[in-house]
T-cell receptor, first 115, second 117 residues
Framework: QQQVKQSPQSLIVQKGGISIINCAYE??????FPWYQQFPGKGPALLIA?????SEKKEGRFTISFNKSAKQFSLHIMDSQPGDSATYFC??????????????FGQGTILTVHP | GAVVSQHPSWVICKSGTSVKIECRSL??????MFWYRQFPKQSLMLMAT?????????EQGVEKDKFLINHASLTLSTLTVTSAHPEDSSFYIC????FGGGPETQYFGPGTRLLVL
């Protein structure tokens, strides 16, 4: 019940295209859903996050769509750039209880943006 | 701001030796730090949660006697891999959460790559 399932494992898009990465969770106690970007040999960096009281959050070229009833959320990268090439992880956590702030990560998506 | 450093960035050691990895929050106080391990092309797996001044809480399946965690100050946590073996070779990443902050204030270090020969 703690799993977060992420797809696809890898994604190749052309420069200027839209990259879409999907995640699904099982634990209904999760109420905070961040996305992280990780470059090779580096730690992950927070990209954008959403709480379930909204269905969409946009920051620049990055948008999270959230479907609470389906327990799914996705990351959309508009106008994808070669510099966006990295591994993206979705994650989930609970903002209360004994698991407060403990992140459960998805399996990761390797994004390659061709120039 | 909100920078987390790790030292060393990579380490090679012989099987049976112990290795200490440091995680520091450089410009903020962190009452809680987390330790993760990541195998190549895989996800981050939480190993333990470290709270300043108290014992670490280990995730199921993580040997607490093998992975010793000490969080002696508000800016420093250490992970010691005792009697390391080749299967302990991995990328170890720490994160630090700002004092009183939520998960959005959890910042990750650059990671330490451990290779046990």
């Amino acid at each position: 019940q703690q799993q977060v399932k992420q797809s696809p494992q890898s994604l190749i898009v052309q420069k200027g295209g839209i990259s879409i990465i999907n995640c699904a969770y099982e634990n209904t106690a999760f109420d905070y859903f961040p996305w992280y970007q990780q470059f090779p040999g580096k730690g992950p960096a927070l990209l954008i996050a959403i709480r379930p009281d909204v269905s969409e959050k946009k920051e620049g070229r990055f948008t999270i769509s959230f479907n609470k009833s389906a327990k799914q959320f996705s990351l959309h990268i508009m106008d994808s750039q070669p510099g966006d090439s990295a591994t993206y992880f979705c994650a989930a956590t609970s903002l209360g209880g004994t698991s407060y702030g403990k992140l459960t990560f998805g399996q990761g998506t390797i994004l390659t943006v061709h120039p | 701001g909100a920078v987390v450093s790790q030292h060393p960035s990579w380490v090679i050691c012989k099987s049976g030796t112990s290795v200490k990895i440091e995680c520091r929050s450089l410009d903020f106080q962190a009452t809680t730090m987390f330790w993760y391990r990541q195998f190549p092309k895989q996800s981050l797996m939480l190993m333990a949660t470290s709270n300043e001044g108290s014992k670490a809480t280990y995730e199921q399946g993580v040997e607490k006697d093998k992975f010793l965690i000490n969080h002696a100050s508000l800016t420093l946590s250490t992970l010691t891999v005792t009697s390391a073996h080749p299967e302990d070779s991995s990328f170890y990443i720490c994160s630090a959460r700002t004092f009183g902050g939520g998960p959005e204030t959890q910042y990750f270090g650059p990671g330490t790559r451990l290779l046990v020969l």
